[in-house]
């Protein structure tokens, strides 16, 4: 009894965001962008749109391409960091767009590694309980919500997205995962976080006029950081399948920064044009990054039967992933 992936859905709002139209808003400039992160534009939620809404959009789309209804859905998992709100979790709010009136649902915090981790619980539960058939597993982001536009140094990366993935047991087939590492460093915290707004530091007119509810990050800590865990981690799954950076035939890295990626891949020695990057579209959209470019590379046939996909991830906690998949 084989876990697969069933089906892949994204969505990304209408609003286009591009370099250009930053410049206008802070002292910056489409090269600088350009040339320090591979970002050109990105996109943006309607003010009345929440990550909710956002992750339905994906999830009917997912749904659709599993030939799969709401009802028949055992589990939802939404990762996220920009949750509706507090609590409820934006699953269960999402479950009620949906009417997937069977399914258990909880949210996952990881971060930029979400979606990852979400993928390794789903396929965990699916194993170890018979009565689990069908798990939506999905990443969304409103990270508009949550930038500081005055701040050059961050407001130019993040993007706002969602993505969605089905996976569910197939006695035909065997799995699509083949191995998974995941791991976490809170020594970390202060590189990469939103200071307010938890119990230590409750909201408060003084945290509001601090701007202490927005994205903080320490760009050159996060940069090595990041590169070496996605490469450790990758290594592992690797060497665990038994399959070489030359079976590869996709590297799904988190779309944070394009001199990560490259970095990553170099030291992999897995060659650029198999390291699949929309980061120039989409900037960095944290937990959907990952199923934004799976649902690409499903969506245009850029994978076949048989073919293996590295998906790698790096994130705020600090937290870190890799998934190897046989499609």
């Known amino acids: 009894m084989g876990i697969i992936i069933s089906g892949i859905g994204s969505y990304v709002p209408e609003k286009v965001l591009t370099n250009a139209d930053l410049e206008k808003m802070v002292e910056t400039s489409d090269e600088w962008i350009r040339s320090r992160t591979g970002i050109e534009e990105r996109r943006v939620a309607a003010d009345e749109q929440a990550t909710s809404d956002l992750a339905y959009a ?16 055992d ?66 982001e409103k990270l508009s919500s949550i930038v500081d ?7 130019v990366l993040f993007g706002d997205g969602a993505a969605a993935v089905v996976i569910e047991r197939d006695a035909e087939r065997d799995d699509c995962i083949l191995s998974t590492s995941l791991g976490s460093d809170g020594n970390h915290t202060e590189v990469l976080n939103i200071p307010a707004g938890g119990s230590r530091i409750p909201a408060s007119e003084q945290t509001v006029a ?43 890295p988190h779309q ?15 060659p650029e044009e198999r390291v699949y990057m929309n980061l120039n579209r989409f900037g960095n959209t944290s937990a959907a990054s990952i199923g934004l470019c799976l649902d690409e590379i499903a969506r245009d046939k850029l994978v076949s039967t048989g073919d293996y996909v590295l998906l790698t991830a790096f994130g705020g906690g600090l937290t870190w992933g890799s998934i190897l998949l046989k499609w």
């Open 58 to 73: 994906a999830a009917l789309r997912a749904l659709e391409d599993a030939d799969t209804q709401a009802e028949e859905l």
């Open 75 to 140: 589990v939802i998992i939404v990762a996220s960091i920009t949750v509706d709100q507090v609590f409820p979790s934006t699953a269960c709010i999402l479950q009620k767009k949906l009417g997937a009136s069977r399914a258990f649902c909880f949210d996952l915090e990881a971060a930029c590694s979400g979606l990852v981790y979400s993928l390794e619980v789903g396929q965990s539960l699916l194993k170890s309980n018979h009565r689990y058939k069908k798990i939506l597993v999905i990443g969304a």
């Open 149 to 155: 536009w005055s701040d050059r140094n961050t407001c």
């Open 210 to 252: 601090e701007r202490l509810h927005y994205i903080r990050m320490a760009g050159r800590d996060v940069f090595k950081l990041a590169v070496n865990a996605m490469v450790s981690s990758s290594k592992e799954v690797m060497e665990e399948a038994g399959v070489t950076s030359e079976q590869i035939k996709w590297l799904v």
């Open 256 to 270: 944070a920064n394009y001199r990560i990626l490259k970095a990553v891949a170099q030291r992999l020695h897995i």
